[in-house]
């Protein structure tokens, strides 16, 4: 891809039993493109069998920093890509990235901000919290984690200058969280951001569906979710480009994106999970079968996108904006 930027490691903090940050820089001290709070960007990982993996990593804003900071959690039953960056990425490690990109930006005209985050969920959530402080803004952090060794940033987040806006629950000392009471009585300009594992985001989302909150002020991020497997009891079914009039058959134990990238076709596959959002396409004709956890239930509603690297086709053919 020609788009992809050389980088090298500048620096690397322990911040959790399983948590290491890590400081990239360009090659050649040039500075790296400009980024928001809620960015991401594309890692390329070699590991051991000789594969070249590519994560998603949010953006950790490091106020006064150069470089770009990401946050990897070792996952040891995971496909290998954290553990080998634990493994192999030292000081003066090379790699590639994407340039960023925002699927959970802020909103500028929210009069407050609550920001959630789960676990290696407070990435995300802790670039907000930088970027709402340097803006004189209002929001208050609500971070969850099982232990307080699982708790990474947490140095950071005790001696940053909003450490009173922050909220700290240790599971495994009885503290939770109390949702209902967090998101009662939602305010027309208040807006949430949430960004964790399935569990806690459908209990957040469960909880502000039963206060009433308005979809259109939640905005989340998951950053991982079990692969969806396909199986031969899967229906078959067509997809034509819209542009070419090509049609490809996908067979039961195939992916949309698997099947047209294999022909040559440029689908941006990144998570393969349907969380990431960077495959959505838009459709043309036909009805999608979701299996994403990106769309909204309003967007897999209206049937007008489709995450391609999970997503089926609930109809006979399924015409695609490709």
Same mark, same amino acid.
């Given at each position: 891809?020609?788009? /992809?930027?050389?980088?090298?490691?500048?620096?690397?903090? $322990? #911040? +959790?039993?399983? !948590?290491?940050?890590?400081? &990239?820089?360009?090659?050649?001290?040039?500075?790296?493109?400009?980024?928001?709070?809620?960015?991401?960007?594309?890692?390329?990982?070699?590991?051991?069998?000789?594969?070249?993996?590519?994560?998603?990593?949010?953006?950790?804003?490091?106020?006064?920093?150069?470089?770009?900071?990401?946050?990897?959690?070792?996952?040891?039953?995971?496909?290998?890509?954290?553990?080998?960056?634990?493994?192999?990425?030292?000081?003066?490690?090379?790699?590639?990235?994407?340039?960023?990109?925002?699927?959970?930006?802020?909103?500028?005209?929210?009069?407050?901000?609550?920001?959630?985050?789960?676990?290696?969920?407070?990435?995300?959530?802790?670039?907000?919290?930088?970027?709402?402080?340097?803006?004189?803004?209002?929001?208050?952090?609500?971070?969850?984690?099982?232990? /307080?060794?699982?708790?990474?940033?947490?140095?950071?987040? $005790? #001696? +940053?200058?909003? !450490?009173?806006?922050?909220? &700290?629950?240790?599971?495994?000392?009885?503290?939770?969280?109390?949702?209902?009471?967090?998101?009662?009585?939602?305010?027309?300009?208040?807006?949430?951001?949430?960004?964790?594992?399935?569990?806690?985001?459908?209990?957040?989302?469960?909880?502000?569906?039963?206060?009433?909150?308005?979809?259109?002020?939640?905005?989340?991020?998951?950053?991982?979710?079990?692969?969806?497997?396909?199986?031969?009891?899967?229906?078959?079914?067509?997809?034509?480009?819209?542009?070419?009039?090509?049609?490809?058959?996908?067979?039961?134990?195939?992916?949309?994106?698997?099947?047209?990238?294999?022909?040559?076709?440029?689908?941006?596959?990144?998570?393969?999970?349907?969380?990431?959002?960077?495959?959505?396409?838009?459709?043309?004709?036909?009805?999608?079968?979701?299996?994403?956890?990106?769309?909204?239930?309003?967007?897999?509603?209206?049937?007008?996108?489709?995450?391609?690297?999970?997503?089926?086709?609930?109809?006979?053919?399924?015409?695609?904006?490709?």
């Amino acid at each position: 891809m020609s788009d /992809l930027i050389d980088v090298e490691i500048r620096a690397l903090e $322990q #911040q +959790s039993a399983r !948590v290491t940050s890590y400081e &990239l820089v360009t090659l050649d001290g040039k500075p790296l493109p400009a980024a928001n709070a809620g960015d991401h960007i594309d890692v390329h990982i070699a590991v051991d069998n000789g594969d070249n993996l590519i994560r998603q990593y949010s953006l950790c804003a490091q106020p006064g920093a150069q470089g770009y900071r990401i946050g990897v959690q070792r996952e040891d039953d995971g496909q290998g890509g954290s553990r080998a960056i634990h493994a192999q990425w030292q000081v003066g490690t090379r790699l590639q990235i994407s340039p960023p990109r925002n699927l959970f930006a802020l909103v500028d005209g929210a009069s407050h901000s609550i920001l959630m985050g789960g676990g290696i969920g407070i990435t995300p959530v802790l670039s907000m919290a930088w970027q709402l402080h340097q803006q004189g803004r209002s929001f208050e952090l609500h971070y969850s984690v099982r232990s /307080l060794a699982e708790a990474a940033f947490i140095r950071e987040l $005790q #001696q +940053s200058p909003f !450490v009173e806006r922050v909220h &700290l629950y240790i599971a495994n000392d009885g503290g939770r969280v109390d949702m209902a009471r967090l998101l009662v009585r939602p305010q027309p300009n208040t807006h949430l951001f949430a960004c964790g594992p399935v569990g806690y985001m459908d209990a957040i989302w469960q909880t502000a569906d039963t206060m009433g909150w308005n979809h259109s002020n939640l905005h989340r991020e998951y950053f991982d979710a079990p692969a969806v497997e396909t199986t031969s009891d899967e229906a078959a079914f067509t997809v034509r480009l819209h542009s070419s009039g090509q049609e490809f058959e996908i067979a039961a134990d195939q992916s949309i994106a698997a099947v047209l990238m294999e022909a040559g076709v440029d689908v941006p596959v990144s998570c393969g999970k349907g969380i990431c959002g960077s495959c959505m396409t838009r459709v043309v004709d036909g009805q999608p079968e979701h299996r994403d956890l990106y769309l909204t239930e309003e967007e897999q509603a209206s049937n007008q996108w489709i995450t391609p690297c999970c997503s089926r086709s609930a109809s006979p053919l399924l015409v695609l904006d490709l």
